[in-house]
């Protein structure tokens, strides 16, 4: 049974000194893949370098809404370009009016200009959505038909029905451990089980057990316990649906590592 963090930052500077032993410790609690996702230019180089040093990490780039207001659309365009072939995914993007910490206008222009961008390249494209689901619902749809995940899902059911008829999976995270995510529980009974991914968003929102702590890719398992209780499955199913999920979302060379690490697990599992 193998699991995969397919949203982290572990480019974060909270894992400078222990990096190596994050990866290392993922692995060990049967995390096979961690999709590294780049917030603007600088941690998007970031990422795919830790990609190239860890085999198990895989990049995806992109601008985040909290960075709109320093996003020059044909520098990313040249970004993209010049390292095509490099990342497995464009995100995460979208729109966060929680925060505000970006204008909203700019957050709708750099979302638009990126969708427009990204839209005819055929990549998973990852989606940030806090408190804006009208609009991120509207402009999603705009480009339809497109493939990707609404990542950190925290909307309701009516957002998560939209979702759906996007065509997009949903990923869940630590949140769905805390006591006080009744209306992400109920959402989570509500996922069809092949729309289901797993993430962490670490170095953030660590499940209940280490809340208030750094989160690490290692802690998929913890989260992925939970899910099975709040949707009556064993944790097997979980893991085999939500990693099945994103080897038929991402394909590629990420499907292809994921594929070996499944057969690999069968062969040991026959042999044992």
Do not use: W
């Not at 700019?106 to 989606?127: N, T």
Request: contains cysteine.
């Amino acid at each position: 049974m193998i699991f995969v963090d397919t949203h982290s930052h572990i480019f974060f500077k909270d894992y400078d000194n222990d990096r190596d032993e994050v990866v290392s410790r993922a692995e060990q609690a049967g995390v096979a893949a961690v999709f590294d996702v780049g917030l603007d230019e600088p941690t998007n180089k970031q990422v795919i370098a830790n990609s190239e040093k860890y085999p198990m990490v895989f990049p995806i780039v992109g601008f985040h809404p909290h960075e709109a207001a320093k996003y020059d659309h044909p520098a990313f365009e040249d970004f993209l370009e010049e390292y095509k072939g490099r990342y497995i995914g464009v995100g995460e993007f979208g729109l966060d009016y929680f925060r505000d910490i970006a204008p909203r206008k700019k957050q709708r222009d750099s979302f638009e200009k990126q969708l427009e961008l990204c839209a005819a390249r055929g990549l998973p494209l990852i989606f940030h959505c806090r408190e804006a689901e009208a609009d991120m619902a509207s402009m999603i749809r705009a480009h339809a038909p497109l493939k990707g995940v609404m990542h950190c899902f925290s909307g309701d059911i009516e957002f998560l029905k939209q979702t759906l008829e996007l065509g997009l999976n949903i990923s869940v995270g630590g949140p769905a451990t805390y006591n006080n995510s009744a209306r992400l529980q109920s959402v989570l009974k509500a996922v069809p089980s092949e729309r289901l991914l797993l993430e962490t968003d670490c170095p953030f929102l660590a499940p209940q057990r280490h809340r208030g702590k750094r989160n690490e890719p290692s802690y998929i398992p913890l989260i992925a316990e939970k899910i099975a209780e709040i949707r009556d499955e064993t944790v097997k199913s979980i893991a085999v649906c939500s990693t099945r999920n994103t080897i038929d979302l991402f394909g590629g060379a990420a499907a292809d590592f994921l594929q070996s690490k499944i057969g690999a697990a069968d062969a040991e599992a026959s042999s044992g």
